[in-house]
């Protein structure tokens, strides 16, 4: 694991672990998740899940074209379920 997954909320990392099983983070878009999480981390002691969902939401939609086909179907479906309220 990251060491900087370590200062995710409890919350935040099960909405990591579920983004992962989902396969909603291909290496190319984790590589920029965790480079926005050390820049958050040096803001916040703990990383939210709403922190963790904008940040996640935000470059899902800048890279749904890489995503696989399956991946976009989903996402688009789901979005309101996982990134919702």
Avoid: C
């Avoid at 291909?26 to 963790?52: A, D, G």
């Amino acid at each position: 694991m990251e060491p900087i997954l370590m200062k995710l909320s409890d919350e935040a990392k099960q909405f990591f672990a579920l983004l992962h099983s989902l396969e909603y983070l291909p290496p190319h878009i984790e590589k920029r998740l965790l480079h926005e999480l050390l820049f958050l981390s040096q803001e916040n002691i703990v990383i939210e899940l709403e922190t963790l969902k904008k940040s996640v939401a935000i470059l899902l939609f800048e890279h749904k074209e890489t995503l696989s086909l399956q991946a976009q179907m989903y996402l688009q479906k789901d979005w309101n379920i996982i990134f919702g309220p």
